[in-house]
């Protein structure tokens, strides 16, 4: 088991708070519960149950919150297109090639971040993180040859993309080189 950073309680964030005070322990808790606590405000574009079946979500929040109790009334819109769910296919088997294999919980987080690339925003805001930085530890944790590939800090929505692109041997940018292209800004400026 791994240990959880050291984090202080955002006060401003009671569902956070409550939720680590449930919290197993585990790696991803700390991640999880700035999800869950976005999600339960319905903020970011996650949808009903983060994109899992009631019983999955169930066990999810077993696992990792055991005793913390959402009600089954939370309601979220679905927000994807549908005919973008072969996607989330694509990018579930990029995760799967590039599992730490330390912790049952990552493709779980497969599946949330995939789910949440099929928002429109940057990721971590799709994810409901607080910022650009957890989402970067959260792949590093659960994917670190992945998130070794990203050596430039491309934003991750569109590294994700472009990895799912060049295993297809698809390759549209016409640039020689990303420091050259018009479009810089757009896969590596800022996302704040």
Partial sequence: MSAVPNIKFESENPLYEQLMLHAKGQANDHY????????????????????????????????????????DKVRHEEVFD??????????????????????????????????????SNHLWQDLGLWNRTQLSELISINFPALAEKNIRNMKWKKFLYKQLCNEEGIYVCRAPSCEVCTDYEVCFGPEE
């Fill in 32 to 71: 999880l519960a700035i999800i869950l606590s976005s999600w339960l405000k319905k903020e970011g574009a996650l949808p009903q149950y983060l994109g899992f079946s009631s019983s999955e979500f169930r066990s999810l929040m077993q696992h990792h919150f055991p005793g913390f109790l959402i009600s």
């Fill in 82 to 119: 549908e005919k973008r769910l072969p996607e989330k296919e694509d990018l579930l088997q990029l995760f799967s090639a590039y599992r730490a294999n330390s912790s049952a919980s990552e493709h779980r987080i497969a599946n949330i971040i995939t789910t949440a690339c099929l928002g």
